[in-house]
Structures are given as C-alpha cells and as structure tokens.
C-alpha cells in the first residue's frame, strides 16, 4: 500500500522558516518526481515546487522563487520543501504528490500538512 505522508507544517509568523517533509512507503522514491502543492479554501489546488525524478531539475511557482527549496533525499524515501521568509499568503494546506518518471500527471497524493502564517 502507498502512502505520502506530509510532516512539519504549523503556526508561524512572516520571515519565518519551516521544512516540510514527505516521507514515502509503498514506493521508492527515486522511481518518482515529487511535486509539492497547496490549497486555501474556496481555491483551487496551486502548483508550488517539482523536482525531477532524477533530481537534477526543479521548477517553482513564480511566488516562491528564492524562497522555497525542494529537495529529495533518496536514501531516506523523502523529499521536502524547505520554505524560508514566509508570507502571509503562503498560508495553506499543503499536499505532496508523486510521478513515476516522466509522467505528466501525478500518480499518489499525501493527506496535506497546514501551513499557516501569521502577519
């Protein structure tokens, strides 16, 4: 059984910092691109981070560039998303999610870790 399950989310003020972490079973991870979304109430879901399955690209949303940090640890079968001077308006649910290789469309979603960040 897969599972993604997403840690390190919480409360915290703007320009802070928090690494979340998606730890995978059921799968190995370096088979997978990871990609990292997020969701507010009443939006659609929004593309933040990918890095490839290979590891050696990474695209981001143009809202977190220089900001946010993804990044895959193999060995480990987890990826994260190191998020540095937080904003208010990254407050959000936020889900990891895997692609078998080059896969367009992303094959096991996590369950979503909160996010929240206060002004």
């Known amino acids: 059984q897969v599972q993604l399950v997403e840690s390190g989310g919480g409360l915290v003020q703007a320009g802070d910092s928090l690494r979340l972490s998606c730890a995978a079973s059921?799968?190995?991870?370096?088979?997978?691109?990871v990609g990292w979304f997020r969701q507010t109430p009443g939006k659609e879901r929004e593309f933040v981070a990918r890095?490839?399955?290979?590891?050696?690209?990474?695209n981001y949303v143009d809202s977190v560039k220089g900001r946010f940090t993804i990044s895959r640890d193999n060995a480990q079968n987890t990826a994260y998303l190191q998020m540095d001077s937080l904003k208010p308006e990254d407050t959000a649910v936020y889900y990891c999610?895997?692609?078998?290789?080059?896969?367009?469309?992303?094959?096991?979603w996590g369950q979503g870790t909160q996010v929240t960040v206060s002004s």
């Open positions: 999610a895997v692609s078998y290789r080059s896969n367009a469309g992303y094959d096991y």
């Open positions: 059921g799968l190995t991870i370096r088979n997978y691109a």
């Open positions: 890095i490839s399955w290979g590891g050696g690209i990474t």
